[in-house]
């Protein structure tokens, strides 16, 4: 059955004005399609969203992804909604051969605000199952992976069903190491009810193509993390920027171990090497208190 009450119920959703102060702008939107247009690169059939490895040619920095307003456009952060439960696993894939529903891979790159991929990008994924039903007693269609040197992702996934109130979309947690957490939604182009779900996004969408008997998607996200040149390198082993104890950065663990951080013990939930920015009160995916 789906879940009772839809995401639109919730309050603080995020607003912003329809218009830059002081009078018409261009807006990062027509830049990206004229960007398109010169480079003769097309929208997938049904509509999408230019990517942001196909318009950081020009070397200019990218509007970031959270808290951009660029005139016609709201902000592109969104409410977690009442269905995000932490500890997700560590895994790409969300489905198994038997999952029902239509099959749908999502691919796509983490960049900075000057368009340079960002590697080991934590993102945590979660969505309704194809009936429109979030797992609340388990981790069904819900997964955390990490971008790879290039800064690239894939998830395999399904198409999410409906319910009351939404359209279709899927949720993530993006989270650069040592920057803040985006939270935000994917949509689906071409969906009747992207006209009427109050959270919807033009500018989430992403680019999907049917390709045989499911979809294929691809989205790029943008941070708002600087990669200003003269900005000093981040290090992965330097040491934590509070008051550690046992963790350190640079370290190999795996599940199980124990580690004191701030004063507070944790437990490993999912084997990885540690990175600046990752300390153990900043990744509930990786660490549990006790």
């Given at each position: 059955?789906?879940?009772?009450?839809?995401?639109?119920?919730?309050?603080?959703?995020?607003?912003?004005?329809?218009?830059?102060?002081?009078?018409?702008?261009?807006?990062?939107?027509?830049?990206?399609?004229?960007?398109?247009?010169?480079?003769?690169?097309?929208?997938?059939?049904?509509g999408g969203v230019a990517?942001?490895?196909?318009?950081?040619?020009?070397?200019?920095?990218?509007?970031?992804?959270?808290?951009?307003?660029?005139?016609?456009?709201?902000?592109?952060?969104?409410?977690?909604?009442?269905?995000?439960?932490?500890?997700?696993?560590?895994?790409?894939?969300?489905?198994?051969?038997?999952?029902?529903?239509?099959?749908?891979?999502?691919?796509?790159?983490?960049?900075?605000?000057?368009?340079?991929?960002?590697?080991?990008?934590?993102?945590?994924?979660?969505?309704?199952?194809?009936?429109?039903?979030?797992?609340?007693?388990?981790?069904?269609?819900?997964?955390?992976?990490?971008?790879?040197?290039?800064?690239?992702?894939?998830?395999?996934?399904?198409?999410?069903?409906?319910?009351?109130?939404?359209?279709?979309?899927?949720?993530?947690?993006?989270?650069?190491?040592?920057?803040?957490?985006?939270?935000?939604?994917?949509?689906?182009?071409?969906?009747?009810?992207?006209?009427?779900?109050?959270?919807?996004?033009?500018?989430?969408?992403?680019?999907?193509?049917?390709?045989?008997?499911g979809k294929e998607g691809?989205?790029?996200?943008?941070?708002?993390?600087?990669?200003?040149?003269?900005?000093?390198?981040?290090?992965?082993?330097?040491?934590?920027?509070?008051?550690?104890?046992?963790?350190?950065?640079?370290?190999?663990?795996?599940?199980?171990?124990?580690?004191?951080?701030?004063?507070?013990?944790?437990?490993?939930?999912?084997?990885?090497?540690?990175?600046?920015?990752?300390?153990?009160?900043?990744?509930?995916?990786?660490?549990?208190?006790?």
């Amino acid at each position: 059955m789906p879940p009772a009450s839809p995401e639109s119920s919730e309050s603080n959703e995020p607003t912003a004005s329809a218009e830059a102060a002081g009078g018409p702008a261009i807006s990062r939107k027509s830049l990206l399609k004229a960007a398109l247009v010169a480079t003769a690169v097309p929208l997938f059939a049904g509509g999408g969203v230019a990517l942001a490895r196909d318009t950081g040619a020009s070397g200019a920095p990218l509007a970031p992804t959270p808290d951009c307003d660029d005139g016609d456009e709201p902000t592109h952060d969104q409410i977690e909604g009442p269905y995000f439960k932490p500890n997700s696993p560590l895994r790409t894939s969300l489905v198994t051969s038997s999952t029902p529903g239509v099959p749908l891979t999502v691919s796509g790159y983490v960049f900075g605000r000057e368009c340079r991929p960002i590697s080991g990008v934590l993102l945590d994924f979660w969505q309704a199952d194809t009936n429109g039903a979030y797992d609340m007693s388990g981790y069904g269609f819900r997964g955390h992976q990490f971008t790879d040197q290039n800064g690239a992702f894939t998830l395999t996934t399904i198409v999410p069903g409906l319910y009351p109130g939404r359209t279709r979309h899927i949720h993530v947690k993006a989270q650069a190491p040592g920057s803040g957490i985006l939270t935000t939604q994917l949509y689906f182009p071409g969906e009747p009810r992207n006209n009427t779900d109050m959270l919807y996004d033009a500018a989430l969408l992403m680019n999907v193509r049917a390709v045989g008997s499911g979809k294929e998607g691809s989205f790029d996200f943008v941070l708002d993390v600087s990669q200003n040149p003269t900005d000093p390198p981040t290090d992965p082993t330097d040491p934590p920027t509070e008051p550690g104890g046992t963790w350190r950065a640079g370290t190999s663990y795996t599940a199980g171990n124990r580690v004191t951080y701030g004063g507070v013990a944790y437990r490993c939930l999912q084997a990885h090497t540690a990175l600046t920015g990752w300390e153990p009160p900043n990744v509930p995916a990786l660490w549990e208190r006790g």
